[in-house]
């Protein structure tokens, strides 16, 4: 199998022709290390994942990383492998991304499936479940029907700047889908929530102008927002964060909401599927605990070591009680785990 690299100082382009294999996945590794100058030596390496209804020809991302372990520069690269119409691209294959992706490959089996990240630290785990890693920064000559944006503002210097990105990469088609959470919601005193209801106004909390902002990015493009409530799994969530840290000064009577990440997917897989346009959905379960519950269900299930001490706080804001019934009822969707306690095996 040949790769044809054609390398100046200012372009780097690697095109591989690649023969589809029929029987099973096929994976090709190359890297070629050079230096531009005497002070910087670059290492490329591309890691290129081939199922059987790839097309006939496609062509490498190339990355491109100093020696130092320097961050990553932006490279031009030109793919010339056709779009299946049910392609889909992850920007954020995370937790929740490659959820997304087990699911989505369970309802298009042919199609091929793409992860942007920012860093190439996980991109042997992404080939090993059928996902084709690439990184943030690799220009494309072709869009996608099909785009997901899952990546958090934590690790973004500007993130509506990124979902805009996102949003140039999706051609219109198929579905654009934002993964947003609750917490701009304006509500403070354990009141009822809708999709619909009020926000809280930009400009006063970073936080929530951070999301508002790029939400309002996708559904200016025709692509829609799902807002998540709390995700959790059994290793992952605010009931790990609360056992690890014992005491916490907080109110307990704060009312919080929970989505087990596997419905956050089939969720949002649901809303992909719809092929909606502008549109805004909620995701919960419809089963709002208190803080100090969250943590009595889970001494309740005994199934974690560690002991909660409990919670010292007894003022500061209360929650809120999201209800997604619209949600539901316009996508013919519902959880798996229908409550918290539901999925610790403890609901009455």
Same mark, same amino acid.
């Given at each position: 199998m040949g790769s044809t690299v054609c390398i100046s100082p200012a372009t780097f382009t690697a095109v591989a022709p690649i023969k589809p294999s029929l029987s099973r996945t096929r994976t090709l590794n190359t890297s070629i290390s050079f230096s531009t100058n005497p002070n910087r030596n670059f290492t490329f390496k591309h890691i290129f994942s081939? +199922? &059987? &209804? +790839?097309?006939?020809s496609s062509t490498l991302h190339v990355m491109a990383s100093s020696s130092t372990g320097a961050a990553s520069e932006e490279l031009d690269t030109s793919s010339s492998t056709s779009v299946g119409a049910n392609d889909l691209l992850i920007v954020g294959p995370g937790v929740l991304g490659r959820l997304v992706a087990e699911k989505w490959r369970e309802e298009h089996p042919g199609c091929q499936i793409t992860g *942007? #990240?920012? #860093?190439?630290? =996980? =991109? *042997? *785990?992404?080939?090993k479940i059928g996902i084709n890693p690439t990184l943030k920064g690799v220009k494309w000559d072709h869009k996608f029907p099909y785009v997901i944006f899952c990546a958090p503002p934590s690790r973004s210097s500007d993130y509506a700047s990124d979902v805009g990105e996102a949003a140039s990469l999706w051609n219109g088609e198929g579905s654009f889908l934002f993964t947003s959470s609750s917490a701009p919601y304006d509500r403070y005193d354990n009141g009822q929530c809708y999709e619909d209801s009020p926000v809280v106004p930009i400009g006063r909390s970073p936080r929530t102008d951070v999301l508002l902002k790029a939400e309002k990015i996708v559904l200016d493009a025709g692509g829609s927002v799902v807002r998540l409530a709390g995700l959790y799994k059994a290793d992952r969530g605010m009931h790990l964060y609360y056992l690890k840290q014992g005491t916490i000064e907080a109110n307990p009577h704060h009312l919080v909401n929970l989505i087990h990440y596997e419905d956050a997917a089939s969720l949002s897989v649901a809303i992909l599927k719809k092929k909606l346009r502008s549109r805004l959905f909620l995701g919960c379960d419809n089963h709002p605990v208190s803080r100090q519950e969250v943590m009595d269900l889970v001494a309740k299930s005994g199934k974690f070591d560690p002991t909660f001490v409990g919670f010292t706080g007894t003022d500061g804001p209360l929650g809120k009680k999201l209800d997604n019934s619209k949600t539901r009822e316009e996508l013919g969707w519902e959880p798996k785990y229908k409550s918290f306690a539901h999925f610790l095996g403890v609901a009455s």
């Amino acid at each position: 199998m040949g790769s044809t690299v054609c390398i100046s100082p200012a372009t780097f382009t690697a095109v591989a022709p690649i023969k589809p294999s029929l029987s099973r996945t096929r994976t090709l590794n190359t890297s070629i290390s050079f230096s531009t100058n005497p002070n910087r030596n670059f290492t490329f390496k591309h890691i290129f994942s081939l +199922s &059987s &209804s +790839s097309m006939a020809s496609s062509t490498l991302h190339v990355m491109a990383s100093s020696s130092t372990g320097a961050a990553s520069e932006e490279l031009d690269t030109s793919s010339s492998t056709s779009v299946g119409a049910n392609d889909l691209l992850i920007v954020g294959p995370g937790v929740l991304g490659r959820l997304v992706a087990e699911k989505w490959r369970e309802e298009h089996p042919g199609c091929q499936i793409t992860g *942007e #990240t920012v #860093t190439t630290d =996980h =991109h *042997e *785990e992404l080939i090993k479940i059928g996902i084709n890693p690439t990184l943030k920064g690799v220009k494309w000559d072709h869009k996608f029907p099909y785009v997901i944006f899952c990546a958090p503002p934590s690790r973004s210097s500007d993130y509506a700047s990124d979902v805009g990105e996102a949003a140039s990469l999706w051609n219109g088609e198929g579905s654009f889908l934002f993964t947003s959470s609750s917490a701009p919601y304006d509500r403070y005193d354990n009141g009822q929530c809708y999709e619909d209801s009020p926000v809280v106004p930009i400009g006063r909390s970073p936080r929530t102008d951070v999301l508002l902002k790029a939400e309002k990015i996708v559904l200016d493009a025709g692509g829609s927002v799902v807002r998540l409530a709390g995700l959790y799994k059994a290793d992952r969530g605010m009931h790990l964060y609360y056992l690890k840290q014992g005491t916490i000064e907080a109110n307990p009577h704060h009312l919080v909401n929970l989505i087990h990440y596997e419905d956050a997917a089939s969720l949002s897989v649901a809303i992909l599927k719809k092929k909606l346009r502008s549109r805004l959905f909620l995701g919960c379960d419809n089963h709002p605990v208190s803080r100090q519950e969250v943590m009595d269900l889970v001494a309740k299930s005994g199934k974690f070591d560690p002991t909660f001490v409990g919670f010292t706080g007894t003022d500061g804001p209360l929650g809120k009680k999201l209800d997604n019934s619209k949600t539901r009822e316009e996508l013919g969707w519902e959880p798996k785990y229908k409550s918290f306690a539901h999925f610790l095996g403890v609901a009455s």
